[in-house]
């Protein structure tokens, strides 16, 4: 019994026990006699921190700490949320995830195998969470983990693990009242599956009927269990990901990061951009490479805007160019995706445009459109090369040039490149963190243009509202939020707020959210005092009396 609390990372405070506690608890002699505070703890725990020797190595040994007292966790992840977020999170989470069989010690959250789908509910179950006590599951099938493809079980694992440990640092959602959970549908990766280490389902991903089959047990098991729970959907594969959300996001508080959180976020660096430009939304012409979840999640987000900003919505369509693997898309191409046909430009526009070996390129695209913004979701790493950033330049005064594309490896172009190219005058924003760059006497800080900028406060707002789904006006609502807080007066200050101020962000975030699910009839609670009601909810990583948490 007494070795359960120990046992228990939500229960346990091992050296920070009182000697009160120890007694009642039937501790005594199970821990060493010093009894220390919070901050002692924190400060032995930092030491340790900082002698791993890798970034994967404090990736393990945080999540090693989390496993064995979440409080401790999340406390050092708030002291040091600058130094820690890219290593629980983007970019070190992608090696975390590539080394999941390796680096595995202990199960966190809940795997659901797509052998047993009758299992799902059990499964669910055996989290040990009843019906009002679960706020948020984020769920990964692990097809498009960030920018590196499948990585079967542990890509699910790692990546909602590490979305759920942002969710609590930037916008205090309570660590027990949430679940990550792996669907393991299989994979197509090789190499996993011919490392005998391997600790997923050893088979080609399942596609078809039975993989939707699978997603819909588990949508239905999950409101069933937990019926107040928002559903984050993250790194599903481009074939799957729209489908999903566009199937439950009627019914259920559906969340998908990828598309929503990155559209919210990229607005949000947009809108800040065209304060700082001067040139109206409805005027910027828009360049999306990399026309998949993400890219057309943004699309979709930024023609929305424009039409608020008073273009109907065909023209606000025209402004923004797609451009995949196979060149620019084109209405004539046989092989476009359902949601990137709204944007494939007719035959006829582009007759007479240079084409190369994959249609017309990038380069020749940002010659004949002359985009304002150019934004990477293509995993292409390099891809926005000094001539194409040049070109681009050389047509417009303050280019908005956003490489978001994840792991590191993967960003289109390195910022310190993209403001010396440009002489200092382009806006950046990239999905990594990424140092300030100093140029002509002037700092030019880079704004994080990553979706855990906004979806902790779109989830903490909709936990505090109970919103019954989550609607567009919602995730415009947290884009101009996070706007808002922009400094847009001091030249080279961030597209976007810094990420020290994540939970300011978050909270004001909520409230917008929260605020807009109650105009919109969407809430199940009362709103009377949104701004308090956030505040109260944020959960704090502070020691409470061992009786009851
Ligand atoms: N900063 C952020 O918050 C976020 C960043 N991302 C990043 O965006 C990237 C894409 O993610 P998803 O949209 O989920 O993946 P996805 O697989 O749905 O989309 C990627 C698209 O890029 C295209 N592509 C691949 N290579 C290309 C090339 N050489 N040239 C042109 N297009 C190419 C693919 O055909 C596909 O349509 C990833 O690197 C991911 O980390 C995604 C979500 C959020
Ligand atoms: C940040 C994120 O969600 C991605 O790169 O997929
Ligand atoms: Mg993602």
Known sequence: MARNVLDDPLLNKGTAFTLDERARLGLDGLLPPAVETLDEQAARAYGQFRRQPTDLAKNVF??????????????????????MLPIVYDPTVAEAIKNYSHEYRRPRGVYLSIDDIDGIERALGNAGLGRGDVDLIVASDAEQILGIGDWGVGGGAGIAAGKLAVYTAAAGIDPARVIPVALDVGTDNEALLNDRLYVGLRHARVRGERYDAFIDAYVSAATRLFPEAMLHFEDFGPGNA????????????????????????????????????????REQRIVVFGAGTAGIGIADQLRDAMVRDGLDREPATRRIWAVDQQGLLCDDMPDLRDFQRPYARPGDEVAGWAMG??????????RRVRPTVLLGTSTAGGAFTEEIVKAMAAEVDRPVILPISNPTERMEARPDDVIRWTDGRALVATGVPADPVEHDGVTHVIGQANNAMVYPGL????????????????????AEAVAGMVDVATPGASLLPEVENLRIVSATVAVAVARR???????RVELGNPVQQVQDAMWEPAYRPADGR
């Not at 070996?357 to 940002?366: D, F, I």
């Not at 989830?459 to 947290?478: C, E, F, N, P």
């Not at 699910?517 to 809430?523: M, Y």
């Open 517 to 523: 699910a109650a105009e919109e009839g969407l809430a």
């Open 62 to 83: 945080l999540g090693a700490l989390q496993d064995r007292n979440e409080v401790l966790f999340h406390r050092l992840l708030a002291d040091h949320m600058r130094e």
């Open 459 to 478: 989830g903490l707002g909709t936990v505090v509202s109970r919103a019954r789904r989550i609607s567009d006006g919602m995730l415009q609502a947290a």
């Open 357 to 366: 070996g994959s249609g017309v390129g990038l380069a020749e695209v940002v």
């Open 242 to 281: 729209r489908r999903i959300l566009e199937k439950y996001t009627g019914r259920v508080p559906a969340f998908n990061d990828d598309m929503q959180g990155t559209g919210a976020i990229v607005l949000a660096a947009v809108l800040a951009a065209v304060r700082i430009s001067g040139t109206p939304l």
